[in-house]
């Protein structure tokens, strides 16, 4: 097994960008090649101490997704080995981590999709009695199931800050302001593509959900994110109902009333909360069982929902 890969060093092209997980590099006009490294990121901090096969966990989850659900909308796969667009010698860096994706413009939104009540937003419901301005029935329990998902988009926010969640017309009026110049030609205006985004990502999570619940999961949140091409087409595109995207409870341990254990990362945030932070960079370095339970937990995950050993 090789190293973790806390961050990638590809010279044979161009970088764009780092992100909190995924560093992204120009392959041409029309590609970028992303690649998922295995660091954390909690509480919208980068965590110092990388989770090892987390960027594999997240990558193979993402491309299962990404086939599965490739019929409720156009997603930014290309089909275009990752190892054949850097040099020889950085091939390792790529290999079981990184996809080549179509350029799409993204959306200036995260679309969060919640099926339970947990999480930020239940918080905002025992404060406000709705999620995002959303009104929900009275006397819910935490982790208690909604009638019905609920789409609850938040603004992305940059590294070390925090995501905000917002309004749907809010939401649309970003899309306008954000992606006007992208739109013009296209016949669609930043309030009919935000709607198009909360229709694909309910179902994408209706569906994926179906899915987990033959496989003993339960999804319980999850954001999607998506990007349109020059004909305003939306596409899937970043990650897709990964554990770092979403929340994953064994369904045989789920009880309302109580907030269940996890296969994603709300180990890891679970831990933080027991410590003295204010949730600012720099964040606290991990324990080393913290950090081998949390990459069991991940590769556990991607075996469970998949059936394959990773």
């Known amino acids: 097994m090789t190293a973790p890969l806390f961050e990638s060093s590809i010279t044979s092209l161009k970088l764009l960008n780092k992100g909190k997980v995924r560093d992204i590099y120009a392959v041409d006009p029309d590609k970028l090649l992303i690649v998922t490294s295995d660091r954390l990121s909690a509480f919208d901090v980068i965590l110092p101490d990388p989770i090892p096969r987390k960027g594999e966990v997240l990558q193979a989850v993402a491309n299962f997704w990404f086939e599965k659900l490739g019929h409720v909308v156009p997603n930014q796969l290309t089909g275009i080995d990752p190892e054949t667009v850097v040099a ?44 995002c301005g959303i009104a929900l029935p009275a006397g819910l329990k935490m982790a208690a199931k909604l009638p019905s998902p609920i789409f609850t988009p938040a603004t992305k926010a940059a590294v070390g800050d925090h995501d905000e969640n917002v309004s749907f017309p809010v939401a649309q009026a970003h899309c306008g302001a954000d992606l006007a ?3 013009a030609c296209t016949g669609k205006n930043g309030a009919q593509l935000a709607d198009e985004a909360r ?100 590769i556990e995950a991607y075996e469970k929902l998949t059936g394959k050993t990773l």
Request: aromatic share 10%; proline share 6%; net charge negative.
């Open 88 to 131: 020889e010698n950085e091939r390792e860096q790529v290999r079981g981590r990184a996809v080549v994706v179509k350029r799409l413009k993204p959306l200036p939104i995260e679309a969060v999709v919640r099926g339970y009540v947990i999480g930020s937003g239940w918080k905002d419901y025992k404060e406000t009695g709705a999620i």
């Open 181 to 183: 110049e992208a739109l």
């Open 199 to 298: 229709i694909a990502a309910i179902r994408l999570y209706e569906e994926a959900c179906a899915y987990a619940k033959g496989r003993g999961i339960i999804i319980a949140d999850t954001k999607f994110e998506f990007g349109i091409d020059a004909t305003g087409t939306l596409h899937l595109i970043d990650e897709a109902l990964t554990p770092d995207s979403s929340r994953f409870w064994p369904a045989d341990q789920y009880e309302e009333g109580k907030n269940p254990p996890s296969y994603d990362k709300q180990f890891v945030r679970d831990y933080l909360e027991t410590l003295d932070w204010g949730k600012v960079a720099p964040g606290p370095k991990l324990p080393a069982d913290v950090i081998a339970k949390t990459s069991a937990k991940y």
